[in-house]
């Protein structure tokens, strides 16, 4: 009785107000209001907040006042609920003069386009079926971004506060003018500062796309319902010796959740890589709703989230510092402090982690972080959203915690598509692929009825089968299947392109921040990690003054001919040591993290500034300490009392300072250069046996041929001569160990010894850079 039909039949109307045009379809409520969330914004004093509602009822639309202030009036009287059709005139707030709104027939232009020319079928895919809104082409200069100010606002965080200008030509055409966004405009995928527009090009900025169409302009905004078509991807390696996935197909529709299983070795992470575009296919194409994903990736890479196998998150801070961290570098640079905050809480509730929120994340279950994971890449509203292997090392209830979790986020409006282990819980999906060795698809479709297609009962005896009958061509009994009819060859609604992948053009990412903000928080969120961290701060609190005090020990009260070498030995060590130790692990820690954050924008250069800015602060006040625990109230015994340029303490705590800042930055060498934590630690204590044995307090190495050389690349060699050269060591202690020209007691040869170390650090930064550019995804790379 009453009951709302499930197919709506009411017709497709256009809702006309003195801002623009809104087609209203029947499958949705249209909430009208001052609210900047509501589908059709009135800004207007006399409009209520959430004024009233546009509701399709069987075969007409209901108007419905929302209890507003000022009333709604349709028809020339006041109402409360109203069926209203084509010609119904609308007057909210007032009869006599209150803000207008017309219902008219949708009627196209039937000479005009009617869809983007860059898109293929647009009647098959969620963004593109219909405008979401339609506008008169403007006759002056239009301001669209996310601020309320602008002529054309864009309720979308990625999208700057004044983005862009759509300007109108004296010869009747149109420009769209980039208006220096963080996240960039896109003309037909391709980012734009200044360019000429022309009828069927597709304007991006967000999630929005802004098309000219006869003499309107319309809106298409990607709310998450998209398709994903892929067609005959072939990816190989070994110069086309090796192929890792061949003559991939298959279709993906709206809010569907797809799994992807299979052997070791069988493709499944060349699969996700290519369908992310992290690393492009040879051949074929990917289709994100209709839109060559390769060609327009350049924009539509802000609509894909990907969520690594481990956990993209620095464990030391609390959920919600993390998050906030993120949306800081994920968002523009002119996005309030509170807009911020508005969306990490919606995100937090959305995958109910509301009392997580203040907990650290290294103290939650596996099963929670994946959650914060997933919901650092959720800030940005992704409509296409895939896991690598998110299940990896759960219990059974932990799995299928997760998989729900993804079942939900399909439901609410996204594609999810999960590269799988576990078979545990595939029953939640609403398609399965399955990749048979040499990266070909074995079986596409429903997951219930895979193990009756292979004609086993339990999925360990379809693998084994995999690795058993490495002969057997499951790709081709798959092909010859009924199912491969259904739910492949007439599934797939977009047309089938040649297999060859067009050759993409790829830029680097748009920053959402200047550069100086990336570093700004890349900073605040490195130091808050670190001091969270309790035995790092232990450690970096007790190293400085337990080798101050060895330093002190064999120092005694003066440095004489006994004391002096050793002394200066250990403050060498002791230099070298906490600069490496600081250092030595930060960068392959955080590897997957960089390789997710610079794919979304991060600043290389600033994030490595980043490291070199807070461990740099930290190592230089470790090397203070330490000089001063050991040195100070000391008589260094130097020439007449005086150093070469400044009193002789001072010059030694340059030199141990620059030391340490040096070891540091070739300990950042070492971190990246490895691809394990764990060989870390043993190459640390190899990196303190080379400064010990090349710093020139053991061996001889003025005048060797090869060692004098190697030596040159050795921090604690420079660092020993400067500060040999402040106290006069050779005076100090004679002998043809200490004649090295690089101990003497001269001006030039101290600012010789220092700067080297400055040299030195120079160098092992670009290198490190270079470095870091090899861990990146390989679109980074391009």
């Known amino acids: ?218 809106e298409y905004v990607d709310t998450g319902e998209v398709s994903l078509d892929v067609q005959d991807l072939m990816v190989a390696v070994d110069h086309g ?57 350049a924009e539509l890479r802000q609509r894909i989230g990907l969520v690594p196998q481990d956990d993209i998150l620095h464990a030391q801070l609390t959920v919600r510092r993390a998050l906030t961290y993120a949306a800081e570098l994920r968002f523009p640079q002119d996005t309030a402090k509170a807009e911020r905050k508005a969306r990490v809480d919606e995100v937090i509730g959305e995958l109910g982690l509301e009392q997580r929120a203040g907990q650290p994340i290294h103290s939650l279950s596996g099963g929670q972080r994946k959650r914060v994971s997933v919901a650092l890449e959720l800030l940005t509203k992704p409509s296409l959203l895939f896991l690598d292997e998110p299940t990896s090392g759960l219990d059974p209830g932990m799995d299928r915690s997760v998989m729900h979790m993804l079942r939900g986020l399909a439901d609410d409006g996204r594609t999810v598509i999960v590269v799988t282990h576990s078979v545990l819980s595939l029953d939640v999906c609403d398609r399965l692929l399955v990749l048979a060795p040499g990266g070909r698809i074995a079986y596409y479709g429903p997951p219930e009825d895979a193990l009756a297609f292979f004609g086993f009962e339990q999925w360990p005896e379809a693998f084994e089968a995999f690795e058993r009958d490495r002969d057997r061509d499951w790709a081709g009994d798959y092909r010859q299947s009924p199912t491969h009819r259904q739910y492949i060859v007439n599934s797939t609604s977009q047309p089938q392109l040649a297999a060859s992948a067009p050759a993409p053009t790829f830029g680097p990412p748009p920053k959402p921040q200047s550069w100086g903000a990336q570093l700004s928080t890349l900073v605040r969120r490195y130091a808050a990690a670190l001091s969270a961290d309790r035995t790092f701060l232990a450690i970096m609190i007790a190293l400085p003054f337990v080798m101050g005090a060895m330093a002190r020990a064999l120092a005694g009260s003066r440095l004489t001919q006994e004391t002096a070498m050793n002394a200066l030995l250990i403050l060498c060590v002791g230099g070298v040591l906490t600069g490496a130790a600081n250092a030595v692990r930060e960068l392959v820690k955080e590897r997957v993290i960089y390789q997710r954050e610079r794919a979304v924008g991060l600043s290389r250069s600033a994030y490595l500034m ?104 050795v921090p604690s060699r420079w660092a020993l001569g400067a500060m040999a050269s402040t106290i006069g060591l050779a005076r100090i202690v004679p002998g043809e160990l200490t004649g090295d020209p690089l101990f003497k007691h001269s001006a030039g040869v101290w600012l010789l010894n220092v700067g080297m170390l400055v040299v030195l650090s120079v160098v092992f930064e670009y290198v490190v850079a270079r470095l870091l550019r090899r861990h990146e995804p390989a679109v980074m790379r391009k």
């Open 1 to 218: 009785m009453g009951e709302r039909p499930i197919v709506p039949t009411a017709p497709e109307l256009v809702l006309e107000t003195e801002t623009g045009s809104t087609v209203m379809s029947p499958s949705h409520d249209y909430h009208v209001g001052r609210d900047p969330l509501c589908d059709v914004v009135i800004d207007d004093a006399r409009v209520s907040w959430h004024h009233a509602v546009l509701r399709p009822e069987a075969d007409h639309w209901t108007l419905e006042d929302e209890n507003s202030t000022n009333g709604t009036y349709a028809d020339g009287r006041r109402v409360h609920e109203w069926g209203v059709g084509p010609g119904s005139v609308i007057r909210f707030g007032s009869l006599a003069d209150g803000p207008r709104a017309v219902l008219v027939d949708r009627t196209p232009p039937p000479t005009a386009p009617e869809r983007p020319s860059a898109v293929r079928m647009p009647s098959a895919t969620g963004t593109f079926r219909q405008p979401t809104t339609v506008r008169p082409l403007p006759a002056r200069t239009v301001r669209i971004g996310r601020g309320g100010d602008n002529d054309l606002v864009v309720d979308d965080l990625v999208a700057s506060r004044r983005h862009a200008e759509l300007r109108a030509l004296p010869d009747g055409t149109y420009e769209i003018v980039d208006l220096g966004s963080h996240n960039g405009t896109f003309l037909n995928g391709q980012p734009v500062g200044r360019a000429r527009i022309t009828e069927g090009d597709i304007v991006g900025i967000g999630h929005s796309a802004f098309c000219l169409v006869g003499d309107q302009l319309q």
């Open 241 to 297: 010796r090796k192929t890792l996935i061949d003559q991939v197909s298959f279709p993906v529709g709206e809010k569907c959740l797809l799994a992807v299983v299979g052997p070791s070795g069988a493709g499944k992470s060349t699969l996700l890589n290519a369908l992310t575009g992290q690393r492009p296919a040879d051949r074929g194409t990917v289709l994100y709703d209709g839109r060559d994903l390769y060609r327009d990736y």
């Open 610 to 713: 980043s490291k070199v800015v807070v461990l740099g602060a930290i190592t230089v006040l470790q090397a203070v300490v330490l000089t001063l625990v050991g040195l100070f109230g000391v008589d260094l015994n130097a020439p007449g009392g005086e150093g070469v340029l400044m009193p002789p303490l001072l010059e030694i705590t340059v030199a141990v300072a620059l030391l340490a800042f040096t070891a540091m930055m070739l300990g950042l060498l070492v971190s990246a250069l490895v691809r394990k934590e764990e060989v870390t630690m043993p190459l640390l204590v190899l990196l303190a046996i080379v400064q010990v044995v090349f710093c020139g307090a053991l061996l001889k190495l003025n005048g060797v041929p090869g060692v004098e050389q190697l030596a040159w690349l």
